[in-house]
Structure formats: structure tokens, C-alpha cells
């Protein structure tokens, strides 16, 4: 092909034009990758890319893997050039907590077939156990989504070892599919990003002075009307009394104690979920205390700078609770490990017809508080509106929505707009919610053989050959996918001060159960957070197990069965 010689269109495509662009300027351009990489045909290089990267997968050969890194941003250089740079955005108070307003729930008035919720109404359906690529999505785009899924373990220990920024590298179109990367390259990327945003701001010491008796009220006093960047200094704290710079050893005493004390009951900010009797969740009966609104803006400033400064808080929410700070919508599902007994009542509803119930159900809500008992409509005139087959999709979705979101509405715009005036949403909605403990609390310490003498068997043995392989798999976990696997069968990661023998469960100490599942070993293995449960089908192989295991801890939203 003759390269020399370009034809007429092109020689007027490189000619000074009417923007007075040159002739130079024009050739400055940079190639259209996808479409040299369809003329070359590289589809069989990818392939045989593809199939390396699966060898090493297995081989776990660091150094093989730097030997193929150009190859696979080559690849993503290629295939991800879809990516358009998108202006910064600024967050509005408004756009931050859009999530937990008041909306008419998506639900279709078509009735549902007796077996379970439709999957197509994104509430009651279950998040996804793998990335979803939609198909109108560009053919490049789905190419390098794909492989990205495929090879993520690879990609991971690329994205480890590299001293490039994740946005400014070859990868940088993994900013916007964050679902492949691991927790700790997810943490990195967070990482350099708040300080990209604090970029030019000056950060000074800032004194807290507090009596040791009351912590919280005194933090309060001294630190309510900082403005966010104020907040953003390096605290040293001043313990009234005593002597002694604070080096850190104060600062992390510090919030220690203040993480202990927003669950103190004399505020009345948070109470304990009646699912596992561990996690913490909104009081919706907050309003006792006439500050609590203020409160809880306060305690969203000091849980976010806790993350800004990568200090670890003794404290543990719920999983709505986390999905609230995320951004993302709560399911029916989330139910569970907040009200199990509830939760129940609402499968029976859905699996059943609305006729065997025995009694009429209307469009409300009984709310204890104080002792009285108060009637709540879920839409106007609820208490006057039966619910039917065709509508109790609708009934449970409002009945969810207003136990975890509109019971609690005020109070979580007040923690959210705290929270978010340290991290922005958009930067602190790139982490799951397990993933968003594991950052506000830390990695926990599991003993392996703690848990395994505290262990109860159902239609397993000891000695069953599964077992064995699920004591060995566990073993073989890193930290990080042992505390998945903790909060997956508990749903969370803390961990008993008196080890796993005082491990709580929803009606109290609970150990940790092994349920053999008869069905399909085709299944992932699903977990009861409220008896601290783990079902568990008798896989063929030790591989298959450790495979199965993995994929549902890395994806827990997943992994909670109906019971």
C-alpha cells in the first residue's frame, strides 16, 4: 500500500482549514486505534493473550505477568477509547441525597406468578453475580468489558504493581467500570484521588480539646461549626489534665472513643439491629433528643474524616445503612439481616397467594414508639387499600422502603450531608457495601482454628471430605477474602472480643453453622446472617469448592438465601 500518497479527500483534510489549523497539526492526531486494530485483524492475538493470562491465573508467576503487562495495555488502549472525558462535576446537596427522597415505587401493576418476585423490577430482583454488558453498548466497549471480567486476577496484580494513577493510564477506562477491581486497588485509586481533590489546600493543625468523661459532647462543641475545609487539618487532640504531644497515639485513642460513643444510648441516635444485635442502624425515634438532626450531621463528619484521615472507627451499620452512604437503592432482601422475622412474613407474601393469609392486609404500617402504637399509612388513604395479588409487589417495596429509608429519612439526609461534605459521593460510591465497612472499621484478625472449634454441623460430618476442603480453602483465603467471608455468613466483619465462641446471633450466642445444601452443585454456596449459616452444596472437588466459595464472598449482595 502506497503511504506516500494520500488521496484527494485526505490531502484536503490535511490542508489549512477555515479553524487555521496546519497542515502539521492535523497529522498531530492520534490514530483511530479500534479501527487500525480491525484493519491488522489482531483478534487472534487477543485470543492468544487471553489464553496466557488464563495459564498464569493458575501459575500465580509474578514476573511473567509484568512480561505480558504491555501486551494487555495494548489491548485497552486498543479497545477502550470510548471513554469520553467528562467535565468535573460539582455536587449539589441535592443531587448527593436524591437517592433517599420520596419516589413512587417502579413497580408494574401486572400480577406475579405464584414462584418469586418478577426479576425484571430491579427492587426485588437480585444484584447481579457478574458484570451485566448491554449489548448497545459499542462492540469494542463489550470486548474489553469482557476481558476485563475474564482476567480480572491478572489485571489486579498489574494495577498493584503500577506507579501510573489509575486515571491517567492505559487503564483509565476502569474508572468508570470499578466493579473488577479488587478492594484494595479500588482503596489506592480512592486514595490518590482525595488528594488530587485537595490539590492547593492548605492544611494547618487544628486543636481539639476534650474532657476524657465526655468526648463526644466536647468534640461536638469544638468541631460542629468548622467549615469542611477546617475539617480537613490534621487534628491533635488535647486531653483536659493530662500531659503529652499527641504524636497519634491521641488522635487514634480519639476516635476509639468517639465511634463507642455516638451508639451511646443517652443521645438515642442509633439502636441496635434486632437481626444480629452487633450492627447499628438509625433510631427512628431520634427526635427524643431535640439536636439529633445536628447530631447526626456531626457523627457524618466524623465517620467521613475518620476515612480522610485512614483512621479505623470501632463501629459497625447495617447493610442499608451502608448502602444509604453508597448511593445505592435498598432492596426487599435487605430486609433480613435487619427484621428476620419480618422478612419472612414478606417472602410468605410473595411466594403465596394473598388469600391464604387469613386476614386483610391494607397500604400501612404499625410504629411503635414510646410505648404507643401508631398506625402509618404507606400511600394516602393506605389504611383503606386492600392488598391484592396484583398490588403486593407495590406493598412490599413501600412497606420496605418506609422501615429503611422514609422512617429515618430526616436523620440520614443529616449524616449524608455531613458525610459528604469530607468525601464526595461520587469518589465514596466506587466501594460495595462490604467494602465500606472493611474501610470504615478495617481488616479484622480471624482466627481459623477459633472458628473451626466453634462450629456446628448440619448433615456434614467433621470429617466429611467437603468439610476438610472448606477448612483448607479458608485457610488459603488472604486476609481481605477472610473477612468477606465473615461478613457474608455473619453480615459483618467484626469480630467477638471473646472470640468466635460468643458469636452473636439474632436470639443470642449463635455459632457459626455448616448446612449441607442437596441441590445443585452448580449453586454458590448462600449464607443465613441471622443464625450465622452458611449453606453449603457437597461440591465434586477441593478446586470447584475454593471456586464456588470465592465467587460468593466477592459477591456477597448475593449470597443471602430466603430460608
Request: hydrophobic letters at 35%.
Amino acid at each position: 500500500m502506497d503511504v506516500d500518497q494520500p488521496s484527494p479527500s485526505t490531502q484536503d483534510t490535511q490542508s489549512t482549514g477555515s479553524d487555521g489549523n496546519s497542515q502539521g497539526e492535523k497529522e498531530e492526531r492520534p490514530p483511530d486505534l479500534p479501527l487500525l486494530s480491525e484493519q491488522l485483524s489482531l483478534d487472534e492475538l487477543w485470543d492468544m493473550l487471553g489464553e496466557c493470562l488464563k495459564e498464569l491465573e493458575e501459575s500465580h508467576d509474578q514476573h511473567a505477568v509484568l512480561v505480558l503487562q504491555p501486551a494487555v495495555e495494548a489491548f485497552f488502549l486498543v479497545h477502550a477509547t470510548e471513554r469520553e472525558s467528562k467535565p468535573p462535576v460539582r455536587d449539589t446537596r441535592e443531587s448527593q441525597l436524591a437517592h433517599i427522597k420520596d419516589e413512587p415505587p417502579p413497580l408494574s401493576p401486572a400480577p406475579l406468578t405464584p414462584a418469586t418476585p418478577s426479576s425484571l423490577d430491579p427492587f426485588f430482583s437480585r444484584e447481579p453475580s457478574s458484570m451485566h454488558i448491554s449489548s448497545s453498548l459499542p462492540p469494542d466497549t463489550q470486548k474489553f468489558l469482557r476481558f476485563a471480567e475474564t482476567h480480572r486476577t491478572v489485571l489486579n496484580q498489574i494495577l498493584r504493581q503500577s506507579t501510573t494513577h489509575l486515571a491517567d493510564g492505559p487503564f483509565a477506562v476502569l474508572v468508570d467500570y470499578i466493579r473488577v477491581l479488587d478492594f484494595d486497588v479500588k482503596r489506592k485509586y480512592f486514595r490518590q484521588e482525595l488528594e488530587r481533590l485537595d490539590e492547593g489546600l492548605r492544611k494547618e493543625d487544628m486543636a481539639v480539646h476534650v474532657r476524657r468523661d465526655h468526648v463526644f459532647e466536647d468534640s461536638y462543641r469544638e468541631l460542629h461549626r468548622k467549615s469542611p475545609e477546617e475539617m480537613k487539618n490534621r487534628l491533635y487532640i488535647v486531653f483536659e489534665g493530662e500531659e503529652g504531644q499527641d504524636a497519634g497515639g491521641l488522635l487514634r485513642e480519639w476516635y476509639m472513643i468517639i465511634s463507642r460513643e455516638m451508639f451511646n444510648p443517652m443521645y438515642a441516635l442509633f439502636r441496635t439491629s434486632p437481626g444480629d444485635r452487633v450492627t447499628y442502624t438509625i433510631n427512628p425515634s431520634s427526635h427524643c433528643n431535640p439536636n439529633h438532626l445536628s447530631y447526626f450531621k456531626f457523627v457524618g463528619r466524623i465517620v467521613a474524616k475518620a476515612v480522610y484521615d485512614n483512621r479505623l472507627l470501632e463501629c459497625y451499620f447495617t447493610r442499608s445503612f451502608y448502602k444509604h452512604i453508597l448511593g445505592k437503592s435498598v432492596r426487599y432482601t435487605d430486609m433480613e439481616s435487619e427484621d428476620y422475622h419480618f422478612y419472612q412474613g414478606l417472602v410468605y407474601l410473595l411466594e403465596n397467594d394473598v388469600s391464604t393469609l387469613g386476614y386483610d392486609l391494607t397500604f400501612s404500617t404499625e410504629v411503635q414508639e414510646f410505648g404507643v402504637c401508631e398506625v402509618r399509612d404507606l400511600k394516602p388513604n393506605g389504611a383503606n387499600i386492600l392488598v391484592t395479588e396484583e398490588n403486593k409487589k407495590e406493598y412490599v417495596h413501600l412497606v420496605c422502603q418506609m422501615r429503611m429509608t422514609g422512617a429515618i429519612r430526616k436523620q440520614l439526609a443529616a449524616f449524608l450531608e455531613g458525610f459528604y461534605e469530607i468525601i464526595p459521593k461520587r469518589l465514596i460510591s466506587i466501594f460495595t457495601e462490604q467494602e465500606l465497612e472493611l474501610l470504615i472499621s478495617g481488616l479484622p484478625t480471624i482466627d481459623i482454628d477459633d472458628l473451626k472449634s466453634n462450629t456446628e454441623y448440619h448433615k456434614y460430618q467433621s470429617n466429611s471430605i467437603q468439610i476438610q476442603w472448606f477448612w483448607r480453602a479458608l485457610r488459603s483465603f488472604d486476609q481481605a477474602d477472610r473477612a468477606k467471608f465473615l461478613q457474608f455468613v455473619t453480615g459483618t466483619s467484626k469480630v467477638p472480643l471473646q472470640g468466635f465462641a460468643a458469636l452473636e446471633g439474632m436470639n443470642g450466642i449463635q455459632k457459626f453453622q455448616i448446612h449441607r445444601d442437596d441441590r445443585s452443585t452448580d449453586r454458590l454456596p448462600s449464607a443465613h446472617t441471622c443464625f450465622n449459616q452458611l449453606d453449603l452444596p457437597a461440591y465434586e472437588s477441593f478446586e470447584k469448592l475454593r471456586h464456588m466459595l470465592l465467587l460468593a464472598i466477592q459477591e456477597c449482595s448475593e449470597g443471602f438465601g430466603l430460608a
